[in-house]
């Protein structure tokens, strides 16, 4: 059991490395793209949708990381919460020991204790809703400053179409739709704290 909690312990510690990693790619990248099309008034707008593109990219991989992250620390809780306690404050002797089946189980069938579209939404809040703001406040500027001030809101309006492909009332409305959605998404999105109370009642036989 020692031996499967040290590991454990290395295995969400890898996650959790590489969930820092993913962040660090988005803010890279981010900083990045903004400071390129912002050094020249001849590199076009939507090269920053584009990398509002890529910021989805990576939310989406470190999605699956963190939902990789989350297993581990269910089942470090569980030998904590109940072999590594009952070491020093021994249970009732009539208390079931429900929980070694269930860590028994879910070592032969893995399952993640939480679904890849909550895992989106909890990466959303913790650290990506803060990058779509910048870089969405960053393409708002290129537009009204490049390649010289918009003189009022038609010409500013106008600015926004990618070329002849799509016109500026629909970039206006996906981008607007696309900040508005992440920012209900993470309002209605609890903590991680919450969640994993969630996911160990669930698991425990909870309603």
Known sequence: MVHLYRGEMNRMTVWRTRLDTTSNWAILLSTG??????????IPHFILLLGLALIGI?????????????????????MEAHYFSEQLWPPPSDEKPSWREELAEDMERPHFTIGTF???RMRLRSNYLLLVYFVSAVWLTKVFIHPNSASDIFEFHRRLAVGELLPSWFVAATAGLFVLA???????????????????WERRGGP
């Open 118 to 120: 909550m895992a989106l």
């Open 182 to 200: 992440a920012t209900v998404l993470v309002i209605r999105t609890p903590s991680e704290d919450t969640v994993s109370r969630w996911a160990m």
């Open 58 to 78: 990576c939310l989406f991989i470190e999605a699956r990381r963190f939902r990789h992250l989350l297993h581990s620390k269910w089942r470090i809780h569980m």
């Open 33 to 42: 793209m903004t400071t390129f099309a912002l050094g020249s008034p001849g």
